[in-house]
């Protein structure tokens, strides 16, 4: 695991981010206002230079949503995205426009983020094309070109069409076509999950191995936290919309110490038959809460084994120094 100066500025800070959407409740009156439903519910973090920042959480916990927010797919409705000193929630359209050229995203269905209609040299060459207009296209093949072969594909197949590959040469069409402005910041919402586990494995890798000879920061959304431990510094776990646990890797997979975070990391398969066999999985009660009824107090007591009384009135905060930090009452 690399040492990233934190000594230096960070290249993104957010600082309280909260999105939320409008939802209309069934059977209400027309003039029933509708519910709000808290996506991203106060997430604050830091991403530096040269940086891999993994999130974690279940199906529902705000993970993707908080990706599209920064990069301005979604819309926040509080706090700050400062990127590299701007504030990006108070950009117009236009200036959002050409911060995109430093922040660009890698999707999770490789086959469903790419256009069928276009080829695999018109899929990477269109942020080129978009952003440097004034490039020939000689010029923009040659990028395209180099591109592919960076990424493991080979310039015979420039002409073909994405239903012509396998999932994970998808997955490098579309990791071309983010890397072809060369950004500063690439997010990776679940970029492995659609893929066998031998694929993942090779992308992951392809992924470090690009980001060392690029110099670039990582977002890494991702479910299976052995992916995460193996590509990430620091990994952010989220609950329901919100930050419960932050740390280094090596901390947080040899020391969690959020509930939630015990609960997942029990999940997570153990190579040794023996210790797979004989080990306790911790079960959460119940399903996860609403998110536009979430609890008062920890949004995780209805189902921590550990709930004490205090956790309904008090909303715990992110508390610890640079390497952990946990958001849990019964810790503090």
Same mark, same amino acid.
């Given at each position: ?8 500025? !960070? ?29 991203? /519910? ?24 908080? !990706? ?40 999770? /269905? #490789?086959?469903?983020?790419? *256009? ?15 952003? %440097? #207009? ?27 069409? #994405? ?109 040794? #038959?023996?210790?797979?066999? *004989?080990?306790?999985? !911790? ?16 949004? %995780? ?32």
């Amino acid at each position: 695991m690399k040492q990233v100066n934190q000594a230096s500025n !960070a290249i993104l800070e957010i600082q309280d981010l909260k999105v939320q959407f409008a939802i209309k409740q069934k059977g209400g009156w027309p003039w029933t206002p509708p519910a709000q439903l808290k996506a991203v /519910d106060g997430v604050s973090i830091k991403l530096y230079e040269g940086e891999t920042l993994g999130v974690v959480g279940e199906s529902g916990c705000g993970k993707s949503t908080f !990706a599209r927010a920064i990069i301005g797919l979604v819309k926040s409705c509080a706090g700050s995205i400062v990127w590299m000193g701007q504030d990006l929630t108070s950009h117009s359209e236009s200036e959002l426009r050409a911060v995109r050229q430093d922040i660009q995203m890698i999707f999770q /269905d #490789p086959l469903a983020s790419l *256009n069928p209609r276009m080829t695999v040299g018109d899929i990477i060459a269109e942020p080129l094309q978009t952003f %440097f #207009p004034q490039l020939s296209k000689t010029e923009v093949r040659a990028k395209v070109k180099l591109m592919m072969d960076k990424v493991g594909l080979l310039p015979n197949v420039i002409n073909r069409y #994405p239903h012509e590959f396998s999932g994970g040469q998808c997955q490098r069409i579309g990791i071309a076509r983010a890397l072809i402005l060369e950004p500063k910041l690439v997010i990776c919402d679940e970029p492995v999950s659609a893929l066998d586990v031998s694929i993942q494995a090779q992308v992951v890798n392809l992924l470090k191995s690009l980001q060392k000879e690029m110099g670039l920061s990582l977002i890494f959304i991702a479910h299976d936290l052995s992916v995460v431990k193996h590509i990430s510094d620091r990994v952010l776990v989220m609950y329901l919309g919100n930050e419960v646990e932050l740390a280094t890797s090596d901390e947080l997979f040899s020391n969690p110490k959020h509930p939630y975070t015990h609960a997942l990391m029990s999940a997570v398969p153990l190579p040794d #038959p023996d210790k797979e066999r *004989n080990k306790t999985i !911790a079960l959460l009660p119940g399903d996860l809460p609403s998110p536009i009824n979430p609890p008062s107090g920890c949004v %995780f007591r209805t189902r921590c084994p550990q709930a004490q009384p205090q956790c309904s009135e008090l909303k715990p905060q992110l508390t610890g120094d640079d390497s952990h930090q946990v958001a849990c009452l019964l810790v503090e």
